[in-house]
């Protein structure tokens, strides 16, 4: 028996065959088994001389077994290494990296600039109160100027923001009208306008506000002007046009001159040369009252620009709607610029 299977052993491949050999020889029905079985017909006498052959067979045997399965454990691991090996000297996938979107290079570009003229960047919240986005602000329960901004309400007092102007409110309540500030807001806000070449019924705004005391008009003027150069160049035309917000008196708009964007595709400035990116105003003293400011000792200027429209002028975007698509033709285009 112990020939047979040693010689069967050295013809053996694999674990299955060697599995299945196993069986046939040290199972529960395997041929040394039978031979165990078969010692109760033997004489007293007999039964241990046997008893010890099957023994040393079966030893022998299973120490063959064991041999074989480790060598062929090992030949599969070496074939195993032999089909996964890496060949060092390929020349590597390269890795595709990101960049940042047009937008947010843009709004943290605005950032640097206030942060550079001692400006601190304030963060408020998307759902506002009905009292901070209009109350505060100068804009009482049916005050027709509401209808300046179409809401989405998700009740009666909270609705998606229609303006970072909030935070102007919610700035000064922590300041408690104690002492001056310099901040901006970057964020998203919303409206129900109609989707077009230059508006979007979820964009973004930068708020700022300036409060001290003997904050005057030119100051504002001043700042913009500064802010319009650095951001456009000096070959850019800027005008302020009176305007109306009922948290500023007096009030304007900022308008830009369209250089890069020009011929035919180009809706940002539907045809008049100037796209208007800000309004802006001296902080209306009732604003600055809620706020807990006295306005016989304090004043303030505050402004609201439209980074999207800010962005389409400087990069020549023709239209809005390609901040938003997330279309990589055209946001790969300015990861370099
Ligand atoms: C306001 O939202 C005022 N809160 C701004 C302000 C702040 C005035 C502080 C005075 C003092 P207005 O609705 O004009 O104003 O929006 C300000 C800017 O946001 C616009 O100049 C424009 O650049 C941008 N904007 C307005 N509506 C849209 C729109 N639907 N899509 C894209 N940009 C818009």
Redesign the pocket.
């Known amino acids: 028996i112990q020939e047979e299977a040693l010689a069967t052993l050295e013809q053996i491949n694999d674990m299955k065959e060697l599995q299945a050999l196993k069986v046939a020889y040290l199972g529960k029905k395997g041929s040394l088994t039978q031979v165990l079985r078969g010692m109760g017909k033997l004489s007293p006498e007999e039964r241990p001389v046997v008893g010890e052959i099957v023994n040393q067979v079966r030893e022998a045997i299973t120490k063959a077994i064991d041999e074989k399965s480790d060598l062929l454990e090992k030949a599969a691991l070496e074939e195993k290494l032999k089909e996964e090996s890496i060949d060092v000297t390929l020349p590597g996938r390269p890795v595709k990296v990101g960049g940042p979107h047009l937008l947010t290079k843009v709004i943290e570009e605005i950032e640097d600039l206030f942060i550079g003229m001692g400006y601190e960047v304030r963060e408020g919240p998307e759902v506002e109160t009905d009292y901070f986005n209009f109350e505060a ?1 100068n804009l009482p329960k049916n005050h027709p100027a509401r209808d ?2 179409d809401s989405f309400y998700i009740t009666n007092e909270l609705l998606l923001r ?4 909030p935070v ?1 409110a919610r700035t000064m309540r922590e300041y408690k009208g104690e002492k001056g500030f310099k901040m901006i807001c970057p964020g998203k ?1 919303y ?1 129900r ?1 109609t ?1 077009d070449a ?4 979820q ?3 930068i ?3 300036y409060v001290d005391k003997d904050v005057k008009m030119s100051d504002l003027k001043g700042v913009l002007n500064i802010f319009a150069k650095k951001m456009f160049g000096e070959d850019r035309n800027i005008r302020l046009r009176p ?1 109306f ?1 009922p ?2 008196e007096p ?4 308008d830009i001159s369209c250089k890069v964007c020009h011929g035919e595709g180009c809706s940002v400035c539907k045809g008049t040369g100037w ?7 001296m ?1 209306h003293p009732n604003v600055l009252e809620m706020g807990g400011y006295d306005p016989k000792v304090y004043s303030g ?10 962005a389409m002028l400087k990069y020549g975007v023709s239209d ?1 709607r390609q901040f938003y698509l997330n279309d990589n033709r055209f946001l790969k285009q300015f990861h370099q610029a």
């Open positions: 602000l300046m901004q229609t303006h970072t102007s102007q806000v409206r306008d989707d230059t508006h979007s019924h964009f973004t705004q708020e700022g506000l305007s917000f948290f500023t009030s304007v708009e900022m796209i208007e990116i800000l309004g802006a105003g902080v200027f505050a402004f609201g620009m439209g980074p999207e429209r800010i809005i």
